[in-house]
């Protein structure tokens, strides 16, 4: 969803939205606060990667704005709900690189095209890994050249990192 009233991209960057706020075209696109399963497989989610920061060199970001389009007709600014950047890395407020993976939690309530806009404007950039996670269904989706695929059950490789994500011990959690 997407406010009526336009806001400056300046006002944007330097307001704080309670939860945090996507910023398309000129407009607000507010987020749905992630509760109950969402948020807890959020923040495992975000967990596990903090885990492997310094084995695998990366940093884990929770809630992080990402340009993901800047060009005089199109500007978007999109809140990934977690996100994994390599490092070297130097904390920004709003990323203008892409990570090497995005996930987001799908909350109940949430439009899916919303979800999938989301999911396009990260493939767009570059990120070369994205995963949309219902903790209501339990399900994985895993987003490739060829589409938006059901992982669920199966581990999930990030060979850049030698690394396969197994999200079944984040649902089972959940019990």
């Known amino acids: 969803m997407i406010t009526a009233e336009p806001v400056s991209l300046e ?3 330097d307001a704080v939205y309670e939860p945090d706020c996507e910023w398309v075209d000129g407009k607000l696109s507010p987020r749905v606060e992630a ?10 989610i975000r967990a596990f990667f903090t885990e492997l920061e310094d084995a695998c060199h990366v940093r884990s ?5 990402i340009r993901v389009e800047h060009t005089a007709r199109n500007q978007r600014y999109r809140v990934a709900d977690v996100c994994v ?3 070297p890395f130097t904390r ?3 990323l203008t690189v892409a ?3 995005a996930v987001e939690i799908a909350r109940s309530g949430e439009y899916s095209g919303d979800l999938l806009g989301r999911l396009a404007d990260l493939a767009r950039i570059g990120t070369q890994h994205i995963w949309a996670v219902e903790p209501e269904t ?12 059901d992982a669920t ?3 999930v490789p990030v060979p850049e990192l030698n690394l396969l994500v197994n999200f079944r011990p984040f649902f089972h959690e959940l019990d």
């Open 138 to 149: 339990p399900r994985v989706y895993v987003l490739s050249r060829t589409g938006l695929h």
């Open 35 to 44: 509760a109950g399963a969402a948020s807890f497989i959020k923040n495992r």
């Open 153 to 155: 059950g199966v581990k």
């Open 99 to 101: 990570p090497l993976i």
């Open 92 to 94: 920004q407020r709003v």
């Open 61 to 65: 970001l929770l809630d992080q704005r």
């Open 11 to 13: 006002e944007y960057l």
């Open 85 to 87: 950047v390599k490092r």
